[in-house]
């Protein structure tokens, strides 16, 4: 079947820090890879996204990288703030036609000023 | 302003005592699809629409019932609510599967 694997967390980091969050994917085909953020008490809103093979997603600073080879899909950040405290989840649907978005269990982080 | 909207965000209520959560996106969406988040178990998929008078089970079906008469609505209906149900639940809608899901504000429910 399809899944998302997430690294746990939680992850508390000063400020500026550099942010790393690792997504492995597993699904037949061609998979669309998203990246969404909750912030405490929101909504979950959608922060990044690659459709093909080494597409790079990017958006308010943060980036990830469809890597078909290694079938990952990992986040980063080279300067985190404490407004980027938030839950972010890696996700993905699974083929063309295909209309189930499927998340990994989430990553709590934090930055501390 | 492009946005799914959903109503109430919070409901307290009693077992048993049917409920609808309403859910409207102003995007001309063909999907939209209900999810529940809860701790340690994180978002499942309730229920899914393709388009209208189209939908189907997702992972957790069971307790729920969805209708879409019309694009836009997408009313999430607990017939008989139960304390196994008090959850976040959240509304969501898409274009396709290249763009990805816009997602409501979310209703917290409790059932007592």
């Known amino acids: 079947g399809n899944s998302v694997t997430q690294m746990e967390g939680p992850v508390t980091l000063s400020e500026e820090a550099f942010l790393t969050i690792n997504c492995t994917y597993t699904?037949?085909?061609?998979?669309?890879l998203f990246w969404y953020v909750q912030y405490p008490g929101e909504g979950l809103q959608l922060l990044l996204k690659?459709?093909?093979?080494?597409d790079k997603g990017s958006n308010k600073g943060f980036e990830a990288t469809y890597r078909k080879e290694t079938t990952s899909f990992h986040l980063e950040k080279g300067s985190v703030q404490v407004s980027d405290s938030a839950v972010y989840f890696c996700?993905?649907?699974?083929?063309?036609?295909?209309?189930?978005?499927?998340f990994g269990a989430g990553t709590t982080v934090t930055v501390r000023a | 302003e492009a946005q799914v909207t959903q109503n109430p965000r919070y409901l307290i209520t009693v077992t048993g005592k049917k409920l609808t959560v309403t859910c409207s996106q102003n995007?001309?969406?063909?999907?939209m699809s209900w999810y529940r988040q809860d701790p340690g178990l994180g978002l499942r998929q309730i229920y899914y629409?393709?388009?209208?008078?189209?939908?189907d089970k997702g992972d957790v079906p069971e307790g729920y019932k969805v209708s879409r008469k019309e694009k836009r609505n997408f009313p999430l209906i607990l017939e008989s609510p139960s304390p196994n149900q008090t959850s976040l639940y959240f509304c969501?809608?898409?274009?396709?599967?290249?763009?990805?899901?816009?997602f409501g504000s979310g209703t917290r429910l409790t059932v007592v």
């Open positions: 699904a037949t085909g061609y998979p669309s």
């Open positions: 969501a809608s898409s274009p396709g599967t290249y763009h990805g899901y816009t």
């Open positions: 629409s393709m388009n209208v008078e189209v939908t």
């Open positions: 995007m001309n969406h063909e999907y």
């Open positions: 996700a993905l649907i699974p083929v063309v036609g295909d209309y189930k978005l499927s």
């Open positions: 690659a459709t093909k093979a080494d």
